[in-house]
């Protein structure tokens, strides 16, 4: 009898220990930070595209995983208080979505580690100084988008047009990057570039005005202030019969005609692998700095209704998605 009541103990004692260890590693729970220069369906999908990698991880939102998102409401300054709260509180990781968020995550977070998405040119805005050794405490993924496949969809689409308007914030270094690029391009492709600036999303439909007459088709970069206020361009466009073409394929679903790029949601994805591996241990600044590759064609039927244009079947063969 007193034998099996100390086999029964032992057993207990053996199950409660086997409780207390797996209770303290399920207690083992991660901190992320997530600082959004703003909210706009490109931006919003490579979030979601990040924590729905990391959760497939095991790392989930409400279960083992903090998350404290922060939107700066297209405001640098904004973003910069946000990145000083992060240093104070220290998170396990942070999350910088755009150029400005990354620049003043970088610039406030010494030894937090920093992992980027939605920049389109780390170099140029002296995030790393080398994409595959980024060094430091940051890493991320880039959304640098094809323009030379870009503008030769253009010219495919409109062999005619040869002025082309672009509407961009001179203060994003990102957009700044993108402009010198199509500087180049159009001058080698034989097309005139038409700048507009707008500095504020309330200064982006402007901007586009000033465009009608001037432009046979109208480009929006990479750019989150003109991303944000993009209904104010669709609609100068429709007014005006000028094609809108972006590049980012979110854009065609709020009325562009069409855009050559990737998913965002798919970079958010990608953006989600370096966090977990640094959440496992692996150094930011020792991750080399990520690209999307796979690029999508998609179309907008009821744009191209609105302007007159007839979509040609082989375009429309190639794309991968038609709104309508």
Do not use: W
Not at 41 to 65: C, F, M
Not at 235 to 247: E, L, M, R
Not at 258 to 284: C, H, P, W
């Amino acid at each position: 009898m007193g034998s099996n009541i100390l086999i029964k103990r032992k057993l207990l004692g053996v199950v409660l220990g086997s409780l207390l260890l797996a209770g303290g590693a399920q207690a083992q729970t991660y901190t992320l930070g997530i600082t959004q220069i703003v909210e706009h369906p490109s931006l919003d999908a490579s979030r979601q595209g990040a924590l729905d990698e990391l959760a497939e991880r095991g790392y989930k939102e409400g279960d083992n995983l903090e998350v404290d998102f922060q939107n700066a409401q297209g405001n640098t300054a904004i973003a910069a208080q946000i990145a000083r709260k992060f240093a104070g509180q220290n998170p396990d990781v942070v999350l910088a979505i755009s150029t400005p968020s990354a620049q003043s995550a970088a610039a406030a977070l010494r030894d937090t580690p920093i992992v980027f998405t939605a920049v389109t040119d780390p170099l140029a805005a002296k995030l790393v100084n080398d994409m595959q050794n980024p060094g430091g405490n940051i890493t991320g993924v880039i959304d640098a988008p094809p323009l030379e496949q870009q503008l030769e969809l253009i010219q495919e689409m409109f062999p005619d047009a040869k002025r082309l308007g672009v509407i961009y914030n001179p203060g994003e270094a990102n957009s700044v990057s993108q402009i010198e690029t199509l500087k180049q391009l159009t001058k080698e492709m034989d097309m005139q570039l038409v700048e507009a600036s707008a500095s504020r999303t309330s200064e982006v439909m402007g901007a586009a005005r000033s465009l009608a007459g001037r432009a046979d088709a109208i480009y929006v970069p990479v750019d989150n202030t003109v991303v944000s206020a993009l209904e104010g361009v669709i609609k100068v466009g429709y007014d005006a019969d000028i094609p809108v073409f972006t590049g980012d394929n979110a854009s065609v679903e709020r009325g562009a005609l069409a855009a050559l790029g990737f998913s965002y949601y798919d970079m958010g994805r990608q953006t989600g692998e370096l966090i977990a591996k640094v959440l496992e241990g692996e150094k930011a600044g020792s991750l080399p700095v990520g690209t999307v590759e796979k690029l999508e064609l998609m179309l907008n039927q009821n744009a191209a209704d609105a302007i007159g244009y007839e979509l040609p079947e082989a375009l429309k063969e190639r794309a991968v998605k038609i709104i309508e």
